[in-house]
C-alpha cells in the first residue's frame, strides 16, 4: 500500500526512500553525523508539530499546552539529571542559534570573546569572521601548540591575560583529544570571564562517561543534541542557577519564538536513551572504535594530527601521501566511505581544498560496527587511496563496503524499507 506521502509527493517520497538508502549501504564516518532510535524518528514526526508554544511550561502565550508543558518539563528534568546540571533550556534550534542565545545573554555587541579559531578546530560560532559572533562581537582566537597540535593551556592563559576577553569558550569541532574543562574554568576565572563549554559533539560521550564533563567547571554548557548524543536536531544549553533567567530570556523571546515541539519530544526520548547502561556501553566503544581506526589508518601510513585520538574523532592531513583532503574524501565517496574535507592545523591550503580529512565513529558504532569493522576500514582507506584516479577500482570497494553495512543495519527504519542487496 502506498504511504500518504507516496500518494502526495512522490518526488520527495522517492528522494527519501534514495537517501535511506544511501545512509544504509555507506559507511558514514562524518564526525558529526549518526543515526538515532526509532523512537527517536517517530517523536520527531509527531503532530507535535502543528503547535505553537511560545513561552516555557506554564508560562505560555497560547492556550492548549497541558500535553507540550509536560513534554518540555520532562526533556527539561531528564537533562538535568542526566548531566547533573542545575537548569536546562530545551528550545534552542540547533547549536548555532543556543551559542547565539549565550552572547546575547551574557555579552553586549562589540564585547571580546576568545574561542579556537576554526583553522584549528573550532566552530564558526567561536567567533570566526564570516560568523555574527566574529562580526558584532571582538574575537579573539586561541590555537594549538604547533609541536603537539594539542590545545596549550598556558599559552591560553597568557593569551586570556592580555585580552581580558568577557566569555571564553572551550569547545571543539575537529580536535581529537578530551578538553581540561577544569583548567579553562581557573584561566576564566582569573581574567574575569564568563565560561561557555560547547559540547555539541562530546555530549553523547560526556554522558556516557567517556569524556569528563564541564558540568562543575563552566557557567552555561552548550550542546547540539544530534551528534554523538544521539538525539534529533536541536540544541540544548545547561548553566547555573544564577544564570538561568538571562538564558531562558536570551532564547526566547531574545532570539526565537516557538519551539519545535516535535524536537523537545525527541530531544527527551534520546536523553532517556542516552540515560540507560547501553548508552554507557555505546559511548565507550564510540572512543575504542576510533582508537581502533586510528592505529589501523596509521598502519597505513596516514599521519594523524596529534598522533592519535581520545575522542570520537580522528583528523588527519593527507597531503605527505599526495592527495588533498577534497581529492581523498571524493574517492572515499566513491567507494561508499563517508567523511568530510577539513583544514588541519596551520594548514597551508585553502579551506575549500584543505590537506585533511575528518572522521568520526559515532554513526558506525551506532550500527553495531566494533574493531574488526575498523581495521577492515583501515585497509580500505589504504585501498582508496592507492586507486583514488580508479573509478573502477573505488567502485568495487563500495561493493564490499555495501556488503559489510548489510550486515550491520542501523537503528531506525532501515530494516523495514531496505532489503540489503
Ligand atoms: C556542530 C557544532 C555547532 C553547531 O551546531 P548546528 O546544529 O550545526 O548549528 C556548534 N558548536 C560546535 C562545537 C559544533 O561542533
Known sequence: MASALQNTDPEVHELIRLETQRQFDTLRLIASE??????????????????????????????????????????????CALFGADHANVQPYSGSPANLAVYFALLKPGDKVMGL????????????????????FTPVRYGLDPRTECL???????????????????????YPRQLDFEAFASIAREVDAYLLADIAHLAGLVAGGAHPSPIPHADVVSTTTHKTLRGPRGGMLMCRKALRKAIDKAVFPGLQGGPHNHTTAAIAVALKEAASDEFKTY???????????????????????TGGTDNHQIVMDVTPRGTTGKEFAQALELAGIVTNYNTVPNDPR??????????????????????????????????????????????????DVRALAAHFPPPGPYVAENTPL
Open 34 to 79: 549518526n543515526y538515532t532510535s526509532s523512537a527517536v524518528l517517530e517523536a520527531s514526526a509527531s503532530v507535535l508539530t502543528n503547535k505553537y508554544s511560545e513561552g516555557y511550561a506554564g508560562k505560555r502565550y497560547y492556550q492548549g499546552q497541558q500535553y507540550v508543558d509536560a513534554i518540555e518539563r520532562l526533556a527539561i528534568e531528564r537533562a
Open 117 to 136: 579559531g576554526l583553522d584549528t578546530g573550532g566552530h564558526l560560532t567561536h567567533g570566526w569572521g564570516v560568523s555574527i559572533t566574529g562580526s558584532y
Open 152 to 174: 596549550d593551556y598556558d599559552a591560553i592563559r597568557d593569551l586570556a591575560k592580555r585580552e581580558r576577553p568577557k566569555l571564553l569558550i572551550a569547545g571543539i569541532t575537529a
Open 283 to 305: 559511548a565507550h566503544a564510540v572512543v575504542a572504535n576510533a582508537k581502533v581506526l586510528a592505529e589501523g589508518l596509521q598502519a597505513e601510513g596516514f599521519r594523524l594530527i
Open 350 to 399: 585553502k579551506p575549500f581544498d584543505p590537506s585533511g580529512l575528518r572522521i568520526g565513529t559515532a554513526a558506525v558504532t551506532s550500527r553495531g560496527m566494533g574493531p574488526d569493522e575498523m581495521r577492515r576500514t583501515a585497509r580500505w582507506f589504504g585501498e582508496a587511496l592507492e586507486h583514488r584516479q580508479n573509478e573502477e577500482a573505488l567502485r568495487r570497494i563500495g561493493d
